[in-house]
């Protein structure tokens, strides 16, 4: 995706709202679609899930990541 002006392309938020679901629904200690309590393994997933979308967020609103592939600069034989 490309990035359009400062700030980059935000987290679409459908997906925010989705992860969010599912983290309320672990921690309330809900029952899956099948009527069986959520294993340890299926929490970890959705928190894992949950801190991967907050690293994007934050990568997304840094406006200096990623600035460096736009230098047009030739590097010196050195590599500086």
Do not use: C, N, Q
């Not at 979308?53 to 590097?75: H, R, S, V």
């Amino acid at each position: 995706m490309a990035r359009k002006g400062s700030g980059g392309s935000k987290v679409d938020p459908k997906l925010e709202k989705a992860i969010d679901d599912l983290v309320v629904k672990v921690k309330l200690g809900k029952k899956d679609e099948e009527g069986k309590p959520y294993s340890l393994t299926d929490v970890m997933k959705v928190i894992d899930r949950k801190l991967k979308l907050e690293a994007i967020k934050m990568k997304a609103d840094d406006a200096g990541y990623g600035a460096a592939f736009e230098d047009d600069e030739p590097e010196d034989d050195d590599g500086t």
